[in-house]
């Protein structure tokens, strides 16, 4: 299983990105897929969750009402809508997935077994 993350850039603070996730390899539908960032200096932190199957979402408090995950059956991708950023939302976001995920671990990332390579999103002031 292979995952692809892209859609970072530089954005000024207000702004919106889109991330996009492409899953190959295996069955999209069975996976749980995670959003994860990591500013620098700083640990690796969830943000978003999603079970890909009946589309239910968990998000970290901090990006609540400003996030949306979301999928495309048919195109193997996740993705998430990033609206009113912040200079705090700067990181390299990651994506994950794993086929075996229950709800309760979906914001765990030890809970992952597949991680895509990073993609930097930086928001100015």
């Known amino acids: 299983v292979q995952l692809q993350a892209s859609g970072g850039g530089l954005v000024q603070a207000g702004g919106s990105l889109r991330l996009s996730c492409v899953v190959s390899g295996g069955t999209f539908r069975r996976y749980a897929l995670g959003w994860f960032r990591q500013a620098p200096g700083q640990e690796r932190d969830f943000v978003a969750g999603?079970?890909?199957?009946?589309?239910?979402?968990v998000y970290a408090e901090s990006v609540k009402g400003r996030f949306t995950i979301s999928r495309d059956h048919a195109k193997n991708t996740a993705y998430l809508q990033m609206n009113s950023l912040r200079p705090d939302d700067t990181a390299v976001y990651f994506c994950?997935?794993?086929?075996?995920?229950?709800?309760?671990?979906?914001?765990?990332?030890?809970?992952?077994?597949?991680w895509g390579q990073g993609t930097l999103v930086t928001v100015s002031s």
């Open positions: 999603m079970k890909l199957s009946d589309g239910y979402g």
């Open positions: 994950a997935a794993d086929p075996s995920m229950i709800t309760s671990n979906l914001a765990s990332q030890n809970a992952y077994r597949y």
